[in-house]
Nanobody, 120 residues
Framework: QVQLVESGGGLVQAGGSLRLSCAASGRTINSYSMGWFRQAPGKEREFVAVSWSGGSTYFANSVKGRFTISRDNAKNTVYLQMDSLKPEDTAVYYC??????????????WGKGTLVTVSS
């Protein structure tokens, strides 16, 4: 079992930045693809970013160029640096880990989420 705990959410003005952290415990994350989904009020959960176990990264078009994902396997932690935030980035952000395809139905472990609110 892997437990994921997110932190770093909060309220920020449009154009600002936040860094989310996801601390994993139970197993090392080296062999897992790690990343983030988000869910805005009234909307379905959507993919944001992934850091594959091999080191490559991939982003949703809506955040490409503004968000950066990184991982520190020694600390068993994944980070999401969010810059140039927009009101439409407001959502609960969920950390996710899987050894399968990085899509919602095949995520092995989910965090409980951290709320990000971007004011205009």
């Amino acid at each position: 079992q892997v437990q994921l705990v997110e932190s770093g959410g909060g309220l920020v003005q449009a154009g600002g930045s936040l860094r989310l952290s996801c601390a994993a415990s139970g197993r090392t994350i080296n062999s897992y693809s790690m990343g983030w989904f988000r869910q805005a009020p009234g909307k379905e959960r959507e993919f944001v970013a992934v850091s594959w176990s091999g080191g490559s990264t991939y982003f949703a078009n809506s955040v490409k160029g503004r968000f950066t994902i990184s991982r520190d396997n020694a600390k068993n932690t994944v980070y999401l640096q969010m810059d140039s935030l927009k009101p439409e980035d407001t959502a609960v952000y969920y950390c996710a880990a899987t050894q399968r395809a990085f899509i919602a139905p095949t995520i092995d472990y989910w965090g409980k989420g951290t709320l990000v609110t971007v004011s205009s």
